[in-house]
């Protein structure tokens, strides 16, 4: 047996505290056992916040069904989370060595933390950010000069790029 919907009229609405003039209250919905529904939130939808609210009505739906023993409908990105989750099953079962590569991530991600924790240090330091990003603007004309901004000097770029890239899929 489903569960029903029902319509708070107007003045239970009103009395639970719901914003605004009589004639503008929200109906608010109740599920089940009949009992007066909490009024809406004023201004969730004005915010711009539809696809929330809908993923909201699409999860209290999967709740009533499942509720109710029916079988709640399947999420269209729960797919693909599956799909992902399985491929990813699928490399690590294909890694030989399982204790290098999760050393490995530990060392990256170790290393990625403390490399944070050094930026944000010298981003504290009162001159050293301003020259920081100097230094890099001027590196930043200076590779786009010597590599970029002219035809030969371009392709010979491009060509080392794929001469190193093809170094790296080969072995």
Known sequence: ????????????????????VAGDVKTA????????????????????????????KRLARNVVAMAAGEPAAPIAAN??????????KQEWDRIEDKYAVTT??????????????????IDRLPVIPGLMEAVGIGYSGW??????LFKPDREAFFAKVREVYEDIISG
């Open 1 to 20: 047996m489903a569960p029903t919907v029902a319509t708070a009229p107007a003045a239970t609405a009103a009395a639970v505290g719901s914003p605004g």
């Open 29 to 56: 919905r109740s599920v089940g056992l009949g009992l007066p529904a909490v009024p809406p939130l004023p201004g969730l939808a004005s915010h711009g916040q539809p696809r929330v609210a809908s993923f909201c």
């Open 79 to 88: 797919a693909e989370l599956t799909e992902f989750i399985n491929a990813l």
């Open 143 to 148: 590779f786009a000069y010597r590599n970029l």
């Open 104 to 121: 490995l991530a530990v060392a990256a991600s170790l290393g990625m933390w403390s490399a944070g924790g050094v930026v944000s240090a």
